[in-house]
């Protein structure tokens, strides 16, 4: 069992890892898709503001999502301070981390512990949920998860853990701008970014630039590692050629 979570598993075909890198891009871009696969980032946003919070001393309450993607994430303690700070702060910079993280595991052959590791954090996060829905977001989540990483063959868990990955990349940046959308039409005056700008005296666009930078960063450095070795992108022969 140690050998199969901490072992090296062989790298997958590099057509398999482009593919499942389109089918993310398309997941992020094609709106009906989107809006089902966007609660798989709300459940990594949220799950940011809770470890935050528990990391930095707050009591966490509890979290919340919802059928609208959106989430709250409740934790007790002072009003102010750098506790609060880290905690509004890491909602929009975790899924972009956490893709940049998977691409790191899944560059060492790292594809079961990746697996595994992303079902820790579920269970872990399903201790807080505190809504019916919240639940099931979870608990379905970690049951793909579950299954492709027990029944799956070796190529299927590959495909799988590079799609993931490729998804929280390019799905960071697209709820930034979501939100930037919504502050501009006053749609969101409680949002993150304007929470740390009250906490901070910083504007809130300084934070949404911040939350944009760092999922373009995470893009590019987690795109570099996902990305096949140029040795390996040849063709098989064909008969008679």
Same mark, same amino acid.
Request: no cysteine; charged share 10%; hydrophobic share 55%.
């Given at each position: 069992?140690?050998?199969?979570?901490?072992?090296?598993?062989?790298?997958?075909?590099?057509?398999?890892?482009?593919?499942?890198?389109?089918?993310?891009?398309?997941?992020?871009?094609?709106?009906?898709?989107?809006?089902?696969?966007?609660?798989?980032?709300?459940?990594?946003?949220?799950?940011?503001?809770?470890?935050?919070?528990?990391?930095?001393?707050?009591?966490?309450?509890?979290?919340?999502?919802?059928?609208?993607?959106?989430?709250?994430?409740?934790?007790?303690?002072?009003?102010?301070?750098?506790?609060?700070?880290?905690?509004?702060?890491?909602?929009?910079?975790?899924?972009?981390?956490?893709?940049?993280?998977?691409?790191?595991? $899944?560059?060492?052959? /790292?594809?079961?512990?990746?697996?595994?590791? +992303?079902? @820790?954090?579920? =269970? !872990?996060? #399903?201790?807080?949920?505190?809504?019916?829905?919240?639940?099931?977001?979870?608990?379905?989540?970690?049951?793909?998860?579950?299954?492709?990483?027990?029944?799956g063959t070796d190529t299927v868990q590959?495909?799988?853990?590079?799609?993931?990955?490729?998804?929280?990349?390019?799905?960071?940046?697209?709820?930034?701008?979501? $939100?930037?959308?919504? /502050?501009?039409?006053?749609?969101?005056?409680? +949002?993150? @970014?304007?929470? =740390? !700008?009250? #906490?901070?005296?910083v504007p809130g666009l300084v934070w949404?630039?911040?939350?944009?930078?760092?999922?373009?960063?995470?893009?590019?450095?987690?795109?570099?590692?996902?990305?096949?070795?140029?040795?390996?992108?040849?063709?098989?022969?064909?008969?008679?050629?």
């Open positions: 069992m140690w050998d199969l979570v901490f072992g090296r598993q062989d790298d997958p075909p590099w057509w398999l890892v482009i593919l499942v890198g389109v089918i993310a891009f398309g997941a992020v871009l094609h709106g009906p898709t989107w809006r089902l696969a966007r609660n798989v980032v709300t459940i990594a946003h949220e799950g940011g503001h809770a470890l935050a919070a528990l990391v930095t001393g707050r009591k966490l309450d509890g979290i919340r999502l919802h059928s609208d993607t959106s989430g709250v994430t409740v934790s007790r303690g002072k009003p102010h301070g750098p506790g609060m700070v880290f905690t509004a702060l890491a909602g929009y910079l975790t899924p972009p981390l956490l893709g940049l993280a998977f691409a790191a595991l $899944l560059s060492v052959g /790292r594809t079961v512990l990746m697996l595994w590791a +992303s079902i @820790a954090l579920l =269970l !872990a996060m #399903l201790v807080m949920i505190r809504n019916a829905f919240g639940v099931v977001s979870v608990v379905g989540t970690g049951a793909i998860v579950f299954l492709v990483s027990f029944l590959a495909g799988f853990a590079y799609l993931a990955a490729w998804f929280l990349l390019f799905a960071g940046a697209r709820p930034v701008v979501e $939100l930037q959308r919504m /502050r501009s039409r006053r749609q969101a005056p409680s +949002s993150d @970014a304007d929470q =740390l !700008a009250h #906490l901070t005296g949404v630039s911040l939350f944009a930078f760092v999922a373009v960063a995470a893009l590019l450095a987690g795109g570099q590692l996902l990305a096949p070795d140029s040795s390996t992108l040849s063709l098989p022969d064909l008969p008679g050629f």
